[in-house]
């Protein structure tokens, strides 16, 4: 079952690119929550994970490169919010790999939660500038 399912109405910045990579996003963090939660194999929840962050890391990099292009004013705090989300994925990919870490219903929860509030706070912010 979708942890995240994109809706135009819930998450919809109105900004082609965003919007796209957001769906991809969610699929990604789904695939990874099913696999987690479904009793898939570590290595395979291990390879979701990678992609899922490797994902992220491309996606805030293109969201910052756009925000940064058209002078948007409020770029500073909205980057601020990409690298601690980053620093947080950083830190259990590596206590993953470590064996000192599993991807848990509480960690998809938290991704989510990220999401639900991100998006709405953050990126429709940004929606007429990069619109």
């Not at 990604?28 to 929840?45: C, Q, V």
């Not at 639900?116 to 619109?131: C, Q, R």
Request: glycine share 8%; charged share 25%.
């Amino acid at each position: 079952m979708a942890l995240i399912t994109w809706t135009a109405e819930q998450y919809a910045t109105n900004v082609g690119f965003a919007d796209d990579e957001h769906k991809i996003l969610f699929d990604k963090l789904n695939t990874l929550y099913d696999l987690a939660t479904g009793g898939a194999e570590r290595a395979a929840i291990g390879a979701q994970l990678d992609d899922l962050i490797a994902y992220v890391v491309e996606h805030f990099a293109h969201e910052e490169r756009e925000m940064q292009a058209k002078g948007y004013a409020a770029f500073d705090a909205h980057k601020a919010e990409h690298t601690a989300l980053i620093d947080i994925c950083a830190d259990l990919q590596k206590k993953f790999h470590a064996g000192e870490a599993d991807v848990t219903e509480e960690i998809g929860q938290l991704v989510k939660g990220w999401l639900d509030s991100h998006i709405p706070t953050f990126d429709f912010g940004y929606s007429s500038t990069l619109g």
